[in-house]
Each structure stands twice: as structure tokens, then as C-alpha cells.
């Protein structure tokens, strides 16, 4: 089994099924049978539209999963969507997504 699950992009309607314990295709049911209690590192990369991004309801659902449930979140970054507009929303850059997964990797690897 892994060490480690990324969920990047994680979009709006995942991070919703996510956040309620939804499990309706594989990837949600692979994060409802995530081994979180034996600390293994559930990676989030959010990436939505800037409406969606700043909808209430997303920074509830971010909240929970990360304060509660303990997943991590790579920040989206701010540039322009694939909508062509320009906002808070897209998904942090691969290379920092790639960097910051391999440093919590080694934290677990060495405990």
C-alpha cells in the first residue's frame, strides 16, 4: 500500500465529496480507506475557477479536511485560469507540488 497520496488537481466537486466522506468512484474510496490514523500524508493541490475558489463554502470544506482530518494542502497560486480569467485558484506549479511531497515523503520514510 503507499506511503503517500497526492490529489493534485483536487477539484471543487472532489474536495466537496471528500469533505462529507462521499465514495463514489475510486479515488474517494481510496481517500475514505486512507490509513490517517498510522500518519500517512494525504496531499491536497486544489485547483478551481477564482468563484469557486472563493466561495465560502470551499474554505469550509479546506478547513475540515486539513484542521480535522489532518490532509495536507499545497495553496493554489494565483495567475490565469484555464477560464482565461485572472485569479486566486490555479494549481500550485508541478515543480513546487513535486518538491514539497518529497520533503514530507522523507518525513515519513525516516520515522
Keep these: 500500500w503507499a506511503d503517500v497520496l497526492l490529489i493534485a488537481p483536487l477539484d471543487a466537486n472532489t474536495l466537496a465529496k471528500i469533505s462529507v466522506g462521499i465514495c463514489d468512484n475510486l479515488l474517494t474510496n481510496v481517500v475514505r480507506a486512507w490509513d490517517?490514523?498510522?500518519?500517512?500524508?494525504l496531499i491536497v493541490a486544489p485547483a478551481m475557477n477564482t468563484a469557486m475558489y472563493e466561495h465560502p463554502l470551499t474554505r469550509q470544506q479546506l478547513d475540515l479536511i486539513t484542521k480535522t482530518f489532518g490532509y495536507i494542502e499545497i495553496p493554489s497560486i494565483e495567475k490565469t485560469l484555464m477560464c482565461g480569467q485572472t485569479g486566486i485558484g490555479a494549481m500550485a506549479s508541478v515543480e513546487s507540488i513535486v518538491t514539497e511531497t518529497l520533503k514530507i515523503f522523507q518525513r515519513v520514510s525516516s520515522n
Design 36 to 41: 490517517l490514523k498510522n500518519g500517512k500524508p
